[in-house]
């Protein structure tokens, strides 16, 4: 586009590229050179970090400036030149920060977490493999790339689900998640074409930027007309649930959310970095991507399914039992509330709780982390038959793990949405602004804000039931098995260094001066559209008292049924326990219904292939052979026959003439008087 | 001595010379076949750095446009009253061959690699890998259809005999299907070469003509002639071009192949031996895309327009069939071979959007499946070399015992199922844009062709994924036992050295399609522009 770019222009981009670059190399050298080396852990670990300040760098540069935009033709198809570039702005510089700086922690924490396994160099392959997937879906510019780079981070996800690849769970989980993205893939790439189809260009400034073809195109008459043509408005919203399947895909949104609580089969470092802060948000990062193409059914459909998702996966959450699942339902219901809040407008806010949730998620799971394998390391030093990732089998880890507990007590109040935390600040944001949305709305969306209010409690609620039963009361396991040996902390630095600088992002002063108010957040207003108009009424000081007070009532209502024991606590065999245990039957659903179908249809279909097209074949065989049978009988009885009869006629008449020629006179004598005789007798019977 | 001749006869002097050796050399000859299709890569691939692109060589219907050309007389009879007979030996390529001549070229040399399995009739065998060789080049350059038609039956009789003598049990049967299915087309092409032949008159000479592109042009069809584009003429009262056209489309839909004249497949790929498998896959469907584009659409434009719906929804047929059916497959090699009825529907569904990003994705989709399902196949060979077992059900956990095969395997199926990153996923994408676009550019597809067509891609990503999770993933588990375990070790040099150079070119094509695109984009420009002329 602009081919000379200004110099300094042109060298922020090259340090986005090296920064983007940089885990691939590692991947790379890692690979190629380094085998099973131990310091492939180093070299994914350095990568990241150079990336890191170079992000750094980048962001402080791009941030709230006009942007940086750079291309050059990639291929030609066709009239079609395909463009390859990089876009820098707001929310992609924002992105490449984030995720370099939720990598840093994530690679530091893995030397040690996985440095006894023996896939440790394997494992940093395929981490430096996603951390240059992810990095590139932020920056590039055009909706081919980005689908590439789509698909790449949704395959090292895979490869990381199924790390360890001996184990069955593991290996069924990583192709529901990659068969489950693969829908919203190809949600993503239909939207895509019909964009491309449209517009002719696949350049997401072109399409979606300010004064961008989206923008300018029009929806009348059942046309959808752009600048180049028009086609059917039916396509305008086929494109939509195409981006809709992609970020329910990618994001966990219902209805395709449930390869995420399975993705935990991964080690949960992973689960930290991808499935909980970076890869997963990239959904919502496509719809800050494509926003200016929803229309307002659109974007009410968005409010509406991320409302719901919110709700379902906290419900859920309440009575899961695996310390990874919870956390994993917290992750999708806290999706949720960012695709909400894209649908009710709060552009701004989803992303600032997007950034938020990076931080305070990651935490918790390298909490879990630490928790789990210090849970594992008991079962494996005592032989017991236990799952290290019960919380049941937990209690009283706040004495034994001090710091992971300060750590995760900071994480759990960021996730709940308790001031001072940065959660919070972006949490408030979207509920206030989800009441000022349903103000002109009638009806049932009256409710969205009301349920998201609701599943905020519920946040409150199942993260307190978690915290307690980790690291309140009494260590179950020993109370169990009172002989069993115990030798538990926090561990080394690799661990407490990540905690600790992920804790102090987790805190408001990060993202704003004032712990109050969300609109004074520099990250809520580096999105705030031109055209917004900051309305002040009495839900920005209702709503924040309203969840915050009832947050803290259901904290200590926690607190009370699960510590102290002494109070009311929930019946275990209602219906509605049953429906929150099993996940509300949906992934059964599908087992049963959709994947059973699928199975069936390819079944009949190969049953149809071999007995009725090939049969046909077969039949015409058996046609051909009998026809040929037939005309090897005819040829031999009737053709040949008639050939032969008449060979056996001559055959015959020789024969019998023969003998009137023996030689012998006799003979002669006697058949010359026959014929007189016979000449006669003729005469004299005509006379 | 030209080039192209050069290319398409080497392989047969090899193979001369291999029939000319005695026995006792036999172990000589793999290495003979090997150096002759070498030798014939590094004639491609100096065609390939030579050739121009521009609109002035987009070659398609523009005889002086096309490149590395060899017109010789052939056959000339003077036939008195009914004028000369003309034949010529015409050779030449545009972009749309010149990629595909490449992939052939390549993917003979890995069926060269792969010919070490074989053991017995090993004179025989080379000699009739050699002469197959030398048909499917051919095919690709020949420019006049009666040559055209040379090596396109030339191409069946060693296949007969490679599937015939050294497949597997019910090698006979696959055999005598594949042959009859293919000269069913081909007895019928022969009808419409002859039509066609009476019907065109080279401008120049005045006599009949085989040149496919002076039938190319409506100018030199003889008026009131049967395929003649003004005489509406009838052959069992349907339009006498229609059914010129469907005729040479059943003949190469066989080839692609295109549901249902699919059945051939399945079987002749389960019991051909790897190497053929290899060239099956890899030429021998090519070929059946490339003819529609050159043959087809070329000579029957007016046709091929009219009925681009119903090329398109047997191109959706083929990528959703095919789809399911390899789902269902619990044999490696069928899955395998069904998976390419599918991808080889996106090929069928480019060419008939007849947009610019349809046909190209088209070609390339041809390219990188050429690629790709020679690594498959090569892949299921290796393991069923090892242990002569290829169902799916009695393997578990090849990733502990064979490391670099499952990592080989990996690329294969990802690059297979659309992985961005590897040639697939250009080329599907672009067929499927096509097919999309269609609608807009020139109304002959609905848009629905696309959306179906997508879902071609997750079913793929379902049967392979369930494959490398049945297979490959989980603890080691064999049907048999402690002897597989033995047997089943990795790949070894020669086997790297095959497979290497095959995924870098799947991932090279996918970073930078453009090697491929850019020699193309000229010829699909000018048979778009070739189309919308009529």
């Known amino acids: 586009m602009n081919p000379t770019l200004p110099y300094t222009d042109a060298q922020t981009v090259t340090l986005a590229i090296i920064a983007v670059v940089l885990p691939f190399a590692a991947f790379l050298v890692n690979f190629l050179l380094l085998g099973k080396s131990k310091a492939s852990g180093w070299v994914s670990t350095l990568a990241i970090l150079a990336s890191t300040v170079l992000a750094a760098n980048v962001f402080f540069k791009v941030w709230n400036s006009p942007g940086i935009h750079t291309q050059q033709v990639w291929f030609t198809i066709g009239a079609t030149k395909v463009q390859a570039g990089i876009l820098l702005n707001n929310l992609s510089v924002l992105m490449l920060l984030l995720v370099s700086v939720i990598a ?230 806290q999706l949720g509330f960012m695709v909400m809040a894209m649908g009710v407008g709060a552009y701004s806010s989803s992303l600032f709780h997007l950034a938020t949730h990076a931080f305070f998620k990651c935490l918790l799971f390298l909490v879990a982390g630490i928790v789990i394998h210090q849970v594992k390391h008991i079962k494996d030093d005592n032989n017991l038959d236990i799952d290290p990732q019960n919380i049941l089998h937990m209690g009283g880890l706040r004495k034994k793990l001090p710091l992971t507990f300060i750590a995760a007590i900071i994480g759990a109040l960021a996730l709940v949405g308790l001031p001072l935390t940065s959660g919070y ?100 207003k580096g999105f705030l559209q031109a055209n917004f108009l900051a309305r002040e009424n009495m839900y920005h000081y209702i709503i924040p008292v309203l969840v915050n007070i009832l947050s803290v009532v259901v904290i200590y209502f926690a607190y009370m049924i699960y510590v102290k024991r002494n109070t009311w606590s929930f019946p275990q065999t209602g219906m509605l326990f049953r429906i929150s245990f099993n996940e509300w039957y949906i992934d059964s659903f599908y087992n049963r219904v959709i994947v059973r179908f699928v199975m069936w249809l390819s079944n009949a279909l190969y049953w149809f292939d071999s007995k009725v097209v090939d049969g046909f074949v077969n039949l015409l065989e058996k046609i051909g052979i009998a026809i040929a049978g037939i005309a090897a009988w005819l040829d031999k009885h009737i053709v040949d026959g008639l050939l032969h009869l008449i060979a056996d006629i001559v055959h015959g008449i020789g024969g019998f003439a023969r003998r009137f020629q023996g030689g012998k006179i006799q003979y002669y004598l006697f058949s010359m008087l026959l014929v007189l005789i016979t000449v006669f007798i003729l005469k004299l019977i005509w006379t | 001595m030209n080039i192209l001749t050069l290319l398409i006869f080497t392989p047969i002097l090899f193979g001369l010379v291999i029939l000319l050796l005695p026995s006792s050399l036999r172990a000589s000859f793999k290495y003979i076949t090997l150096f002759a299709t070498l030798v014939q890569l590094c004639f491609s691939i100096y065609i390939y750095l030579h050739f121009q692109t521009g609109a002035a060589f987009a070659g398609i219907n523009h005889e002086d446009q096309f490149q590395f050309v060899q017109k010789l007389p052939w056959i000339s009879l003077d036939l008195g009253g009914m004028g000369k007979m003309q034949i010529e030996y015409f050779v030449g390529i545009d972009g749309i061959s010149v990629t595909l001549l490449v992939m052939t070229s390549l993917v003979m040399v890995i069926a060269a690699i792969a010919s070490w399995e074989i053991t017995s009739n090993l004179k025989g065998f080379f000699a009739l890998f050699l002469l197959l060789d030398m048909a499917v080049v051919g095919v690709f350059c020949a420019l006049d259809f009666f040559l055209f038609y040379t090596f396109y039956e030339l191409m069946l009789l060693p296949l007969y005999f490679l599937i015939g003598m050294w497949g597997g049990a019910r090698r006979e049967y696959a055999a005598i299907k594949f042959f009859l299915y293919t000269l069913f087309g081909s007895v019928f092409m022969l009808l419409v070469m002859v039509g066609l032949y009476l019907s065109v008159k080279d401008p120049a000479t005045g006599n009949h003509t085989f040149n496919i592109i002076h039938m190319m042009n409506p100018a030199n069809y003889i008026e009131g002639s049967v395929f003649s584009v003004l005489s509406n003429a009838t052959i069992l009262g349907m339009p006498a071009r229609a059914v010129g056209f469907v005729v040479l489309f059943i003949a190469f839909a066989i080839k692609v192949p295109v549901v249902p004249l699919h059945t051939w497949l399945p079987d002749a790929h389960v019991e051909a031996p790897t ?191 369930w494959t490398l999770q049945r297979m490959f993933f989980g603890g080691v588990s064999l049907k048999g036992g402690d002897v597989w375990k033995v047997a089943l070790t990795d790949i070894n040099f020669r086997e790297t050295a095959t497979l290497l150079p095959l995924a870098l070119i799947a991932l090279i094509l996918g970073i930078m399609p453009s090697l491929v695109l850019g020699k193309i984009n000229d010829s699909v420009l000018a048979l778009i522009q070739f189309l919308q002329l009529k």
Request: hydrophobic share 55%; proline share 3%.
């Open chain 1, 104 to 333: 840093l922690p994530v690679h530091i924490y893995s030397t040690a977490y996985m440095k006894d396994d023996d896939g440790y160099s394997r494992y940093f392959r395929y981490l430096s493999l996603f951390c240059f997937s992810m990095l590139a879906l932020v920056v590039v510019d055009n909706l081919i790339l980005l689908y590439a780079f789509w698909e790449l981070v949704g395959f090292s996800s895979y490869l990381l689900i199924g790390f360890w690849f001996t184990r069955e769970s593991a290996i069924i989980a990583n192709k529901k998640a990659f068969i489950i993205n693969r829908i919203g893939d190809i949600g993503l790439l239909t939207a895509i074409i019909i964009l491309y189809t449209q517009f002719n260009t696949f350049d997401i400034q072109q399409l979606f930027g300010d004064k961008g073809l989206i923008v300018n195109s029009i929806i009348a008459n059942g046309e959808w007309t752009g600048a180049l043509g028009s086609i059917p408005a039916l396509w305008q919203y086929v494109a939509f649930g195409g981006v809709f399947l992609a970020v329910a895909a990618k994001s966990a949104q219902f209805p395709l959310h449930t390869w995420l609580p399975d993705a935990m089969e991964g080690p949960t470092s992973v689960s930290a970095l991808i499935h909980a802060a970076t890869m997963v948000a990239a959904g919502v990062f496509l719809l800050g991507r494509v926003y200016p193409m929803f229309n307002g059914t659109e974007l009410t459909v968005l409010a509406v399914i991320g409302c719901f998702t919110a709700f379902m996966a906290a419900t859920i959450a309440l009575t899961q039992n695996d310390l990874k699942r919870i956390l994993a339902y917290s992750t999708i219901s």
């Open chain 1, 425 to 524: 600040l972006s949490k408030d944001g979207i509920l206030i602004q989800a009441f000022d949305w349903s103000d002109n709305k009638g009806g049932i969306l009256k409710l969205i804000p009301y349920a998201a209010l609701f599943t905020s409690w519920l946040t409150a609620f199942y993260v307190a039931r978690l915290i307690v039963k980790v690291f309140f009361g009494e260590f179950r396991l020993q109370k169990m098995n009172p002989h069993i040996h115990i030798h538990m902390g926090d561990g080394g630095w690799q661990y407490k260094l990540p905690l600790v600088f992920l804790a102090l992002c987790c805190l408001f002063p990060l993202f704003s001066l004032s712990p109050i108010f969300y609109e004074d957040a520099w990250l809520y």
């Open chain 2, 275 to 465: 190497p053929v498998s290899i060239i099956l896959a890899g030429i021998l469907l090519k070929i059946g895309g490339y003819g529609i584009i050159r043959i087809c659409i070329g000579i029957f434009p007016d046709a091929a327009l009219s009925g681009a719906f119903w090329l398109g929804l047997l191109g959706v047929i083929s990528i959703l069939y095919g789809a399911f059916n390899a789902l269902a497959q619990r044999d490696l090699k069928r899955m395998i071979a069904y998976s390419s009825v599918s991808h080889m529907g996106f090929v069928l569904l480019g060419i008939a959007s007849n947009t610019a990003e349809g046909i190209s994705g088209a070609v390339l989709q041809m390219v990188s499946h050429g690629f790709l399902s020679t690594m498959l196949f090569f892949l299921v060979g290796v393991i069923y070399n090892r242990v002569h077992d290829r169902d799916i059900y009695n393997f578990r956990g090849l990733g502990t015992l064979m490391p670099r095969y499952t990592v080989y395997v990996m690329i294969a199926f990802f690059a297979s199922l659309g992985l961005p990153g590897f040639s697939a996923f250009v080329a599907e994408a672009f067929s499927l844009a096509g097919a999309f676009k269609s609608h807009s550019v020139n109304g002959l597809l609905p848009y629905w062709m696309a959306i179906c067509g997508s879902v071609g891609i997750l079913l793929s990503a379902a049967y392979f994924l």
